[in-house]
């Protein structure tokens, strides 16, 4: 034997070094690694999942049941398969035992997504997807082809046919050069399509430089995800060989005809030295002649066929065979394939039973016939047909604007695909209104009738064991018949009782196969068992290539305020809220978060903090009827507010739970700003939108969102005025000409501002309002006196609760109406109506056990409650009854049931009341004040006391200073 | 991703949209005038079909228009889209 | 408020007003080095919030006070006399001008409004502009942005208000490429993405 025994004579190419399985390995650049080891005479290149069986490649496409690998380097990746990787020197794998590993290291690759439109997406550049792309395209249309390979062609490429005089393979690289060269025409190679969804969205997965390992330009995306809308789409995906159900059909040497001649002839490999083919319709007959003239010796066709008969007459393969010397055994099956880890020999036998013999071959081809690749036309919707010829179903109805051409659409020989994918073409332009172009179909050579095949799914046997239907999750012909015997009648449930259909290559090769076996067992038509629910992705994504650049810091947008690059330079931790990064607090050297807190509200509480209050929603409220809008929204009046002033208002959705709060300001008569909680900013302007535009389109009201435009620092504590007076002296700041609830244009350190005096701590404070320009140097002036401390939301948090103040979202869950909050003042009696109103009056508004907002003390003041707590109420499991010493606490919670009686909402550490302190939401909560419950936490009971919801200040003594 | 026709802007992709529920629920004139139980029905019960199902939808990313569709909630064909307070099209 | 009328005030604070993709100037700046692809921010540009009902005489009088017309046809942008005028939705457009003409031109639409019910919002700094220009712009939004912006279907004249990546966007076609108008909070990210997206076309 030569130096290359298993590569074709003559073929030469640039050699790739490769290491596969501990084994240096040459391979020549055009090879996947399939062919690369086919080449090297490897045969064995997995094992299988579950019974650890010695496996070889089977296909020569994406339809690959086993020669499933890893590559190792350049970058780890699991679980590919070996027909689809291109190789590319330096290119380091393993084969998998069906399981693969991630990698332990940060991708370095980005990954990309794009979105593109076209008139005509034609998928897979086989003969009827050029030829349906080359009609539409040179009329015009936006033309985007794609297909899976490197190189266009598709089935063309593993075959001797030719097309207008040319090689198949040149034919097809010269019409996508023509193609590519037009101005809205998109080839996209190396680009499979996953996913065909509503309204022809097509999604695509480009690899870009996997080909290239270590050669990869770093700044391209690795792989690329093509999100298509199409106008139209033809489905030119080709098919897939299957095979046929005997004993060993899983040995490493046996292997599907069609793909053997792809490696003849594409890759210029030989998949063995000698052959058996068996076979149960024509296209095996091409592939047998191909290798022979390729060099390997065709031992014997096995056909299952029995003599030829009418139908046969024109049939020209047994002549080309017999010039070859091939012999063909008609009515004949492959019982077994023989050999110990590999194939030996193939035992032939006539399907009548008697005569067997066993001819010693290393290579077992099969052609179980042909399932048309309908994945994606049935993905989007579209019925399948079982078609009698075939033996397979084939596209039928869809809602879609796409249709199936070539082989998908069942059309088997190349001049008809030629002449069904030019009409697809045709048809596209003529629905998207491109006239009727006249459409020239390439010329092929005559091909030999074709005979009718046999639909064969198993060669019978009394042990089923080693019949597999699907090679990925060793699946045999015996658990299918286990399934069926269970009673299983349903193609659905025997996959999923058996598993077959559900690895990595979701049943390419055997789902057909598999209702076939289920079919022969009960004795049915496998046309009426139809086939399992195909579903995206036609072939495995990598999630790198589903995230693409929405990874790390681009995962999700991070808003920020204009102030934020000071926060960020003081050190500040920062909270997330919705979207926006917020101060959470601002740590001195050699503090934690505990002292950071308390010092910022001692500071607040005692002298004057500064926080950025920007993130607060904003909403311009314009028109005549703004004040009765307002009123419809908020529970309590709006249009009584006089300009100038300021009222704080509760929004409740219609069932009466509270949505939202914040604050009115009127501006002029016609005009209002209000505010909403960060959250729920454009919540509340959709909110808004949604009653103006469907309920109450005769209201005189414009809404505008100002967020953004405004940045806001609240300015707190007894101290506040005065830094406020030194910053704005054209500002008149006493209590009497700015009171409480009023708000105040002005100059703040040169800079037009709008001051509110409103208060969400208690304490004397002020909100000033600057176009958010400004907003880092209303900031800077304002921590330029040196007297002011930042704070952050923590401190916010603990000032507000002390309160009693509750937050929307922290505090509620949209189960909340007003009054459990306890703010019966805020719910208007005197308005007719108000969204949510009618609600007060059900009967589960005034339930007695509703959950109230009330203040919890822990008894031992330095325990923190964990926000989210429940809360339990005695008896509990204990030696002691709940009323004794409370030294003497219970340590275990009664058996169940335990009725929670509500769960804690905030929980702090407060500087003002020197103790630990919690709000809570509790069943009858109000009528609990002073009643001890506990809160599980771990293994511990944690007793605390109900208290007023409002703890610090409640008679509001300190909001002016 | 549907393509949902946006009375205004055309079509766009479904990611631009927020889904409102079933269409021509209108808020009752007087809600006081109601029982509890058919206040109950106007705050808690929708149609559930299987078929053809008017429904409202905002161009939330967009012109921010709220509008009605027509969609087969069998197959996600919307058969028609129409301006708020327009009546709902005839199907055939 | 007008630039002018705050910026000498202002002065003894150290800053000023401060654009919110500003920092971002320098690595625009490299990224459109290579001529293919050109990223900026236009800073402080006028934005007014303009709604009314485009079949009143106000907006009529509107219209001709700016000197441009407030389109009706969804996604057009009409332009005179330094304005353009973006169709945001039936009843509402965005009304951009010059830095420090808000004041101005609030005051001439309100007095177009003559007492029609018409709202005018200062939102200049509501959102920045962000240019991406180049041969190579529309790829690099086509990346984030949805809609089809093939110059037939989305040409110069053109305004859509989408999503670009997890934003929402007012996208305007120019001669040259795209303003993308951001909201100010998300304009940080905007500059982030755009940068990254812009990676292989930098030529």
């Known amino acids: 034997m030569s130096g290359r025994p298993y590569r074709r004579e003559g073929v030469t190419g640039r050699v790739l070094r490769f290491r596969f399985d501990g084994r240096d390995l040459e391979g020549l650049a055009g090879d996947t690694l399939a062919s690369a080891l086919l080449a090297n005479g490897v045969r064995t290149v997995a094992s299988s999942v579950r019974l650890g069986r010695p496996r070889g490649v089977y296909a020569a496409g994406c339809e690959e049941p086993n020669a499933v690998v890893q590559i190792e380097e350049p970058f780890p990746e699991p679980m590919l398969t070996a027909t689809t990787v291109e190789l590319y020197d330096g290119l380091v794998a393993t084969g998998l035992p069906g399981r693969g590993r991630l990698a332990d290291r940060p991708d370095p690759a980005r990954y990309d997504a794009v979105h593109t439109h076209c008139d005509v997406l034609v998928v897979g550049a086989g003969p009827a997807g050029i030829a349906a792309a080359g009609v539409a395209a040179r009329a015009g249309a936006r033309v985007i082809l794609a297909d899976e390979r490197p190189e266009p062609g598709g089935g063309l490429l593993g075959t001797t046919e030719t097309v207008d005089g040319r090689p198949g393979r040149a034919w097809a690289s010269a019409e996508i050069a023509a193609l590519t060269a037009l101005p809205d025409t998109r080839v996209l190679r190396r680009t499979t399509v996953i996913g065909h969804y509503d309204d022809n969205y097509v999604v695509a997965v480009e690899r870009r430089t996997n080909h290239l390992g270590a050669a990869a330009p770093p700044g391209m995306a690795r792989e690329r995800v093509w999100r298509i809308r199409a106008k139209r789409v033809v489905l030119a995906t080709g098919g897939h060989e299957r095979f046929v159900a005997f004993a060993g059909n899983d040995l490493p040497g046996v292997m599907l005809a069609g793909a053997a001649r792809t490696y003849v002839n594409q890759y210029g490999v030989l998949p063995g030295r000698r052959a058996v083919v068996f076979t149960t319709n024509d296209t095996a007959y091409a592939a047998a002649l191909d290798l022979a003239d390729a060099g390997i010796e065709i031992a014997a066709v096995a056909d299952v066929r029995r003599e030829p008969g009418s139908a046969w007459a024109d049939w020209a393969w047994a002549d080309r065979c017999a010039e070859r010397g091939i012999e063909v055994l008609t009515g004949h099956v492959v019982t077994a394939a023989k050999g110990e880890g590999e194939v030996t020999g193939a035992e032939i036998a006539p399907r009548s039973g008697r005569g067997t013999r066993e001819v010693a071959a290393d290579l077992l081809l099969v052609s179980g016939g042909w399932t048309p690749v309908a994945h994606l036309f049935s993905q989007a919707g579209g019925t399948l047909r079982y078609d009698e010829g075939l033996g397979a179903f084939v596209p039928g109805e869809t809602r879609q604007a796409a249709e199936a051409a070539g082989f998908a659409a069942g059309v088997t020989t190349l001049r008809d695909c030629l002449a069904d994918g030019a009409e697809a073409g045709r048809r596209a332009l003529t629905a998207l209104g491109f006239g009727a172009p006249g459409v020239t179909v390439p010329v092929v050579e005559e091909e030999p009738a074709n005979a009718p095949a046999e639909h064969l799914w198993l060669v019978e046997s009394g042990d089923y064991g080693t019949h597999f239907v699907d090679l990925q999750r060793d699946v045999t012909v015996a658990e299918v018949l286990r399934a069926t015997g269970a009673g299983l009648t349903s193609v659905e449930h025997v996959k999923r009782y058996t598993t077959a259909g559900t690895a990595h290559d979701q049943g390419k090769t055997s789902g057909l196969l598999t209702s076939g076996v289920v079919a022969h067992a009960l004795g049915v038509d496998v046309a009426g068992l139809g086939t399992t629910t195909f579903r995206a992705p036609y072939t495995p994504v990598s999630f790198a290539a589903l995230a693409g650049r929405d990874r790390g810091p681009l995962h999700d947008p991070v808003r920020v305020a204009a102030m934020h690059e000071w926060h960020v330079a003081r050190g500040a931790l920062f909270e997330n809220v919705g979207q926006w990064k917020r101060p959470w607090y601002y740590p001195r050297p050699g503090e934690d978060m505990g002292a950071a807190v308390l010092r910022e509200c001692a500071a607040v509480r005692e002298g004057v903090g500064a926080m950025d209050a920007s993130t607060l929603g904003k909403i311009d409220v314009v028109g005549p009827d703004a004040g009765v809008f307002l009123d419809r929204l908020y529970t309590n009046m709006m249009s009584t507010l006089k300009v100038g002033s300021i009222r704080y208002g509760v929004m409740c959705r219609p069932d009466g739970m509270v949505f939202d709060d914040g604050t009115a300001i009127r501006l002029a008569d016609d005009r209002y700003l209000v505010t909403t909680t960060t959250g729920n900013a454009a919540a509340v302007l959709d909110w808004m939108e949604e009653w103006l535009q469907t309920e109450w389109p005769d209201l005189r009201v414009r809404c505008t969102s100002v967020t953004e435009q405004w940045a806001t620092v609240a300015l707190a504590g007894p101290r506040s005025r005065e830094v406020l007076a030194a910053l704005a002296p054209g500002l008149a700041v006493g209590n009497a000409d700015f009171p409480f609830m009023t708000w105040r244009d002005a100059e703040v350190a040169g800079i037009e501002a709008r001051v509110c005096r409103i208060s969400f701590s208690g304490e004397l404070a002020y909100e000033i309002n600057v176009s958010s320009w400004y907003g880092l140097a209303l900031w800077e002036a304002v921590m330029a006196s040196g007297e002011v401390t930042p704070y952050g939301t923590e401190t916010m948090h603990v000032l507000r609760a002390e309160k009693g103040y509750p937050i929307v979202g922290q505090d509620t869950d949209g189960t909340v109406t007003p009054q459990d909050l306890g703010m019966e003042w805020i719910v208007s009696k005197k308005k007719a109506d108000f969204v949510g109103r009618r609600s007060y009056a059900r009967a589960d508004t005034s339930r007695p056990d509703r959950r109230h907002l009330v203040g919890l003390l822990p008894e031992d003041p330095g325990v923190l409650l964990p926000e989210g707590a429940h809360l339990v109420s005695a008896p509990v499991a204990g030696p002691v009854a709940p009323t004794a010493r409370p030294t003497a606490r219970p340590t275990a919670l009664a058996a169940p049931p335990v009725r929670a009686l509500g769960f804690v909402t905030s929980s702090y550490r407060s500087a003002a009341l020197g103790r630990t302190f919690a709000l809570a939401l509790v069943s009858g909560g109000r009528g609990r004040v002073g009643e001890r419950l506990y809160a599980p936490v771990g293994d511990d009971l944690v007793p605390v006391t109900v208290t007023s919801h409002v703890l610090y200040d409640p008679e509001g003594a300190r909001r002016d200073g | ?92 | 408020m007008t630039a002018e009328s705050v910026a000498g005030s202002v002065a003894e604070f150290a800053i000023g007003r401060r654009s919110p993709a500003a920092a971002y100037a320098a690595r625009f700046a490299a990224a459109s080095a290579g001529g293919a692809i050109r990223l900026a921010e236009i800073p402080f540009l006028t934005h007014l919030n303009v709604r009314a009902d485009p079949a009143s005489p106000a907006a009529e009088r509107i219209g001709a006070a700016l000197g441009v017309p407030l389109p009706v046809e969804p996604g057009v942008v009409t332009e005179g006399g330094g304005l353009s005028v973006l169709w945001l939705g039936p009843d509402e457009w965005l009304v951009v001008g010059p830095d420090g003409a808000a004041r101005e031109l609030t005051e001439r639409i309100r007095d177009a409004a003559a007492g029609e019910h018409v709202s005018v919002v200062d939102v200049s700094a509501q959102r920045t502009t962000l240019v991406v220009a180049g041969e190579r712009a529309r790829d690099v939004l086509a990346h984030g942005c949805a809609l089809d912006l093939h110059p037939r279907e989305f040409g110069p004249g053109r305004c859509a208000q989408t999503l670009l990546a997890r934003t929402g966007v007012v996208l305007v076609a120019v001669e040259d490429g795209f303003h993308v108008l951001v909201r100010s909070s998300f304009a940080a990210y905007a500059a982030e993405w755009l940068l990254d997206a812009s990676v292989e076309y930098r030529g």
């Open chain 2, 1 to 92: 991703m549907l393509l949902i026709a946006c009375p205004w802007c055309g079509p766009r992709d479904e990611a631009e949209f927020h889904y409102g529920g079933q269409a021509h629920v209108a808020h009752p004139e007087d809600p006081a005038a109601l029982s509890d139980e058919e206040w109950a029905r106007y705050l808690f019960f929708r149609d559930n079909p299987k078929g053809l199902f008017a429904e409202r939808w905002s161009h939330a990313a967009g012109c921010r228009r709220w509008f009605n569709a027509v969609r087969d909630t069998a197959t996600n064909e919307i058969h028609a889209v129409y301006r708020a307070g327009e009546p709902r099209p005839v199907i055939t």
